[in-house]
């Protein structure tokens, strides 16, 4: 129960930040576990993969986290912690927004966010391929995995499942 306060509020602060959307609060999220609920990076990116194939968003795997370290009470208060702030945050900014129409001043906020969000969104991929790839097996396959995801109309999903198919086999046997 004593962490119930503390996913509380690192929750709430990483919905308010997820600018651009959950992949851009990777990094911190990262950081935050480890050094306030002693999830590894391991840890953190098995529990990404689970978000990444179960069905539905992907950040659904903030509430594995929340069950992890406080069962179903804790996944409760990740749920609702993670996706309320923000969710009335774009409800209230998306009405007010709607209101300046076609103003210079809203297209100048857009440009000026953009390049954030790309920017969030980048470090986010590159917090998850740090602590996933770990051995020059683990590079050959996320570099063969991008390329076919980039270069053939496979569904993601299939090439992704046998990456990690063949790094299972390949990480007990090699």
Known sequence: ??????????FSLLSLLAVGG?????????TLLL???????????????????????NMLMVLV????????????VVMFSFFLP???LCFYVGRLWGRFGESPWRRSVQDALEPISIGLMASGVYAVAKASIVSPITI???LVTLFLILKTKINPVFIILASG??????????
Do not use: D
């Not at 609920?37 to 968003?57: E, K, L, N, R």
């Not at 986290?65 to 409760?76: E, F, K, P, W």
């Not at 790094?167 to 007990?172: E, F, V």
């Open 1 to 10: 129960m004593s962490h119930l306060p503390s996913l509380f509020l690192t």
């Open 35 to 57: 050094q306030n609920f002693a999830i590894s990076h391991t840890q953190f990116v098995h529990i990404y993969s689970i978000g990444q194939i179960a069905p539905g968003p």
């Open 165 to 174: 198919l063949a790094g299972l086999i390949a990480l007990k046997y090699l």
């Open 86 to 88: 923000s969710s009335v």
């Open 22 to 30: 959950g992949t851009a609060v990777l990094p911190e999220m990262q």
């Open 65 to 76: 986290i929340g069950y992890q370290v406080a069962g179903i009470i804790g996944a409760g």
């Open 140 to 142: 050959i396959l996320a």
